[in-house]
């Protein structure tokens, strides 16, 4: 096995969950609420800017994959009919 290979298995693990879904945004928020939690000691603005960029990284990742969520019964906001 390669370097190269070692490094972007090294990439993949990070980047995904153990089933393969990517982990971008649950890492992204999980670092951006404690930043943001750390930053609301000092000051209200900075927590607000923190808590932004959490969720400009979600927003990029679910514009920027094309990854697929498997079917299933998710929440949400609508009530449909069954």
């Known amino acids: 096995m390669s370097f190269?290979?070692?490094?972007r298995d090294i990439a993949f693990d990070a980047a995904t969950?153990?089933?393969?879904?990517p982990?971008?945004?649950?890492?992204?928020?999980?670092?951006?609420s404690?930043?943001?939690?750390?930053?609301a000691d000092h000051t209200?603005?900075?927590a607000?800017?923190?808590?932004?960029?959490g969720a400009a990284a979600v927003a990029a990742q679910s514009a920027?994959?094309?990854?697929?969520y498997?079917?299933?019964?998710?929440?949400g906001f609508r009530e449909e009919e069954r």
């Open 4 to 7: 190269r290979d070692r490094l």
């Open 17 to 21: 969950d153990s089933d393969g879904a």
């Open 23 to 32: 982990a971008l945004s649950r890492r992204a928020t999980q670092v951006c």
């Open 34 to 39: 404690l930043a943001a939690d750390t930053l």
């Open 44 to 46: 209200s603005a900075g």
């Open 48 to 53: 607000v800017a923190v808590a932004g960029l």
């Open 64 to 68: 920027l994959t094309n990854y697929v």
């Open 70 to 75: 498997p079917p299933g019964d998710y929440a």
